[in-house]
């Protein structure tokens, strides 16, 4: 199955935080239950995190009791407000949210038509996703050369996504091209989700790859043995600084010393022109316990500070380009990003 589904009044997602052990499948019927799925790292990654929220919300209208538009409408905007206050950083799931509330607000029909577009708009924004996403395949795999060793970091695929992903998509798009390529994946501390999601996605499409600890990256580096790094991102300003997965700058600064390319792979959901530098983006702090712990054993002193950032911010000077689903974005970033954002 998909990541997430809309099944008439029900959203089923698959659980992230069982796997690669088990596939588990819940069962959302409110926009309470999605919220904490995503709170709490059922569902992740930017364009999984979007999509989640619009299906809250056309769960709200589907189950709705409400007596006209109006009251539908103020449901809607308090549903949304929990929702917003989730995950702070990636920007798909305001976003998702915005557009969700843009259509709803912009119905002049009746109660039924209203629930109608609401639940229709949630749809087309999870059928866009994995159609972005194959094109953002086939632009990344123009970089990918054939026996290139890739250098990726967190989960960047179908899992992070609707479907099929987006760095991760263009390492696929690359390899059902027939070029002969090996993955070096970044475990991801403290979410594992490199070892966890990434090497079990990998392994089902049968590409060669290989684990690492997020700090081997700058031996295999030195050794000439990272040819690109691609990542995803979470949320891209205006001036191109991109926040992604904690640890994903320490990769730039890296990659940046050896010459080696470093691309961001996104949607133009991801990129959120109101921000003008990475400063203003919101990161967020996780408990400690992803730290201290290890499935639920203590591996630091009791009581021991945790500074547990989720996710980091790359400058835009240690990017050499951006993936998008219009095309492949690079510098001046502050110009060429808007041109293709506002380009329809
Ligand atoms: O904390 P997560 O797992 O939601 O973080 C995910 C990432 O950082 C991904 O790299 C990002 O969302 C882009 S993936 C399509």
Not at 163 to 190: F, N, S
Not at 326 to 341: S, T
Request: aromatic content about 6%; proline content about 5%; some cysteine.
């Amino acid at each position: 199955m998909r990541t997430i589904e809309w099944h008439s009044g029900t959203v089923k997602l698959i659980d992230q935080r069982q796997l690669p052990h088990r596939l588990v499948i819940e069962e959302c019927t409110d926009h309470y239950q999605i919220a904490q799925a995503i709170k709490e790292m059922h569902i992740r990654g930017a364009p999984a995190i979007g999509v989640a929220a619009a299906f809250g919300l056309a769960l709200v209208a589907f189950h709705s009791k409400a007596s006209s538009p109006h009251e539908l409408l103020k449901e809607l905007e308090e549903a949304a407000l929990v929702l917003r206050n989730t995950r702070p950083t990636a920007v798909n799931l305001f976003w998702a949210l915005d557009r969700v509330l843009a259509k709803a607000r912009s119905n002049e029909g009746n109660l039924p038509s209203l629930k109608e577009a609401i639940i229709a708009e949630a749809l087309l924004i999870a059928e866009e996703d994995v159609e972005t996403n194959k094109k953002m395949g086939a632009f990344g795999a123009t970089l990918i050369k054939d026996g290139y060793n890739i250098l990726t970091h967190c989960n960047t695929g179908a899992l992070a996504t609707v479907d099929y992903g987006t760095a991760l998509g263009a390492i696929r798009t690359a390899w059902e091209q027939g070029k002969r390529i090996h993955v070096w994946v970044d475990e991801t501390r403290p979410r594992l989700q490199g070892a966890r999601l990434t090497a079990w996605e990998l392994k089902q499409l049968g590409i060669p790859a290989t684990l690492i600890a997020d700090n081997v990256a700058g031996l295999l580096m030195r050794q000439g043995k990272v040819d690109i790094v691609l990542v995803g991102a979470d949320r891209i300003a205006a001036n191109g600084d991109v926040a992604n997965k904690i640890g994903t700058y320490n990769l730039a600064v890296l990659a940046h010393h050896h010459g080696i390319p470093f691309y961001s792979v996104a949607p133009t959901s991801t990129i959120d022109l109101s921000i003008p530098s990475g400063e203003h983006i919101p990161i967020e702090e996780r408990d400690a316990t992803e730290v201290s712990h290890i499935e639920g054993i203590p591996i630091a002193p009791e009581g021991f500070p945790v500074y547990n950032p989720a996710f980091d911010v790359t400058p835009h000077r240690l990017i050499t380009g951006i993936v998008t689903e219009k095309g492949i974005v690079y510098p001046p970033f502050d110009i060429n990003l808007r041109r293709i954002v506002e380009d329809s």
